[in-house]
């Protein structure tokens, strides 16, 4: 459907990789949009294919493993999975840019951050005053709340703390005033009193710019901070999905309970064991026929074990793929 609200349009991704056990699909049929202005949760235990779906966005999967074997990426309007190489530059970190979970993987050890945000600068606005540029970098750092900025653009990155190198990451993600910024844990390696800060930044980020936020997290308690809407992925496909605020009050598939169950809550007295989901997210070599859920699901039935259950509408733009929907189509 052509909505121009939309600004980016995944539709029936599947991503693979050539391995040396054979081919696996990371990510298998995933559909999603964002609209304009929003802030959309991707969220899932380890290994269900989260960061596969943002690199693929980004046209980043290591060659010449990492296939796109089907699907379309519509960012505007255009699919840029049929872009040229150097179109595909263009966009990316101009106009779609990644903050990683570790920043020091894509942080230049050798060389001082004012040269790193410079060099952004750089590539992306040929002929920038050297002033100009060294003007912008500093007001960049101040405004992702870095004291000091002056001082900290002559120091290399392991001079600073985890969440001040998170937030130059952030710095240099925003350095070209991307529509989508994409953040892959961005929290996840840094402390929870950090956790927090970096949280609000984004989100005042996001509210003064307007950009678009895709905010990927094991955590659905962080989700419920930042997002407007929500993807859950369960072992590479799409669990749910749903508006933050339907998914909290109403989740539907038992995966998604299970995430909510075992999110820490203040009321519950800190003593009390958690309800983790038992069991582990199957590997991709070895996925059980039928819903990938199924072996640790609290509701498994026997149709559960023959088709992958599709994605069913369980409420107003709210799908669950599972099978204790199926008699429940098409009153909404
Ligand atoms: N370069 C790669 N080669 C082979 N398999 C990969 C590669 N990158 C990721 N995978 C596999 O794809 C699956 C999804 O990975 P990933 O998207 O990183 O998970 P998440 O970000 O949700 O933790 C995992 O099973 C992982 O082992
Ligand atoms: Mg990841």
Known sequence: MANDKVILQVENLVTAFDTEEGRIRAVDDVSFEVKKGQTLGIVGESGCGKSVTALSVMRLLPK??????NGRILFDGIDILGLPADRMHEIRGRRISMVFQEPMTSLNPVHKIGKQLGEIFQLHFQGMADQ???????ALLHKVGIPEPELRMEEYPHQISGGMRQRVMIALA??????????DEPTTALD????????ELIKDLQRESGMVVIFITHDLGVIAEVCDDVVVMYAGKVAETA??????????????QGLL????????????KLNIIRGIV??????????????????AMEICATEPPPLLSVGE???????????????F
């Open 317 to 331: 733009d709210h799908y669950a793929s599972c099978y204790l929907y199926t008699g429940s189509q098409n009153n």
């Open 243 to 256: 508006s933050a605020f339907e998914l909290f009050k109403n989740p539907q598939h038992p995966y998604t």
């Open 261 to 272: 169950n075992s999110i820490p809550r203040l009321e519950i007295p800190r003593k009390t």
């Open 192 to 199: 929870v009193t950090i956790q927090a800060q970096i949280l």
């Open 282 to 299: 199957p590997s991709l070599y070895e996925l059980p026929s039928g819903c990938r859920f199924r072996n640790r699901c609290p509701h």
């Open 64 to 69: 010449p493993t990492g296939i796109i074997e």
């Open 132 to 138: 100009d540029i060294r003007d912008e970098s500093i």
């Open 174 to 183: 925003l350095a070209c005033k991307p529509d989508i910024l994409i953040a």
